[in-house]
């Protein structure tokens, strides 16, 4: 194949990418090579845009009050022992565009990356040597659409045995969160007006939670707060009497009311988000680390590697190692 043709291709699936993106679509990324090039750098970005942007659109959910999430399967096979395909739910399809043909009695591993493929043959190595009835391991796996794009998934993997045919089964499952606007609706405006009518708690010597009655104008407020955090993850954070007076609410307010609304507090939301762009960073950009360890905000290398390695078990090295190795298979 001709650089000009690879080339072609590549800008393909960067089309292909950008046409699911504007439909809303966050399931995919492109699978990286060992090219250093424009096209290889552009594709980076856009890997690294996606995730950023999806990452923000999970957060930004958690201020509307009338919308909801909920977890539905992705994607789910049931293979036989030699990795036949058996059946597969409707959504693969959509999610992969192949149709029945391409779908039916191939080997589940013909629709896996290179590196997933390693991989999986790896874990049904495992399955095939456990003398367990059932048995279940959690595994992410990289599938590759039709247009070449790559879907990231966390897969369950069951092994089960089938009574009524006496044979071995594999069932692997994959779950994605959807947005559930109508569904709960008028459940989750009743607790909000039921909020709206209970006195104000403050917290005390029992341990009780506090709950504020926010309005609008403070929901605004505190997302302001969140937003301006996000985007300034390379700075200090203020302290939080100054920061409410700089948004126009109260320390108060803002403590418990962000608390309330993300689920943490302030100081671990901007950790946590720190964290989460120096992964893409280090995954997506040959940022050294000491860099991104500038760039996200703390105040050394080490601090930051301790820091990483405590939120997700391994080393921000280690990440890269991994990154490196998925980007050259």
Request: hydrophobic share 35%; with cysteine; net charge positive.
């Amino acid at each position: 194949m001709t650089d000009e043709v690879i080339n072609e291709k590549r800008i393909k699936q960067i089309h292909n990418m950008l046409m699911e993106f504007a439909s809303g679509n966050f399931s995919y990324k492109i699978e990286r090579s060992n090219m250093n090039d424009g096209i290889e750098a552009l594709i980076a970005l856009v890997n690294m845009s996606l995730e950023e942007i999806r990452g923000s659109f999970l957060h930004q959910g958690y201020t509307n009050l009338t919308e909801t999430y909920k977890h539905m399967v992705q994607m789910f096979f049931v293979l036989d022992p030699e990795d036949v395909i058996i059946t597969y739910n409707s959504r693969i399809k959509q999610m992969l565009l192949f149709n029945d043909d391409e779908l039916q009695k191939n080997t589940f591993s013909t629709f896996l990356t290179q590196d997933s493929k390693l991989a999986w043959k790896d874990l049904k190595t495992k399955l095939e040597h456990s003398n367990q009835d059932t048995l279940e391991k959690s595994i992410e796996l990289y599938f590759k659409s039709k247009q070449d794009l790559i879907v990231p998934t966390n897969c369950l993997v069951s092994k089960y045995i089938d009574r009524i045919n006496q044979s071995e089964r594999i069932i692997i499952t994959s779950i994605e969160i959807i947005k559930s606007s109508m569904e709960r609706k008028n459940e989750l405006q009743e607790i909000v007006n039921s909020r709206k009518n209970k006195e104000k708690t403050t917290g005390n010597s029992t341990g009780k939670k506090v709950q504020l009655n926010l309005s609008y104008l403070d929901i605004r407020k505190i997302r302001e707060v969140h937003d301006y955090i996000i985007n300034n993850l390379d700075k200090p954070l203020s302290p939080l009497i100054e920061l409410a007076h700089t948004f126009g609410t109260n320390e108060y307010k803002l403590k418990y009311g962000f608390k309330q609304l993300y689920g943490q507090t302030i100081f671990r939301f901007l950790i946590d988000q720190r964290l989460r762009k120096a992964s893409v960073l280090i995954q997506h950009t040959d940022t050294s680390i000491k860099e991104v360890a500038h760039v996200t905000g703390f105040i050394s290398a080490p601090h930051f590697s301790k820091v990483f390695k405590e939120k997700y078990g391994f080393s921000p090295r280690d990440l890269r190692k991994q990154s490196n190795f998925h980007q050259n298979q």
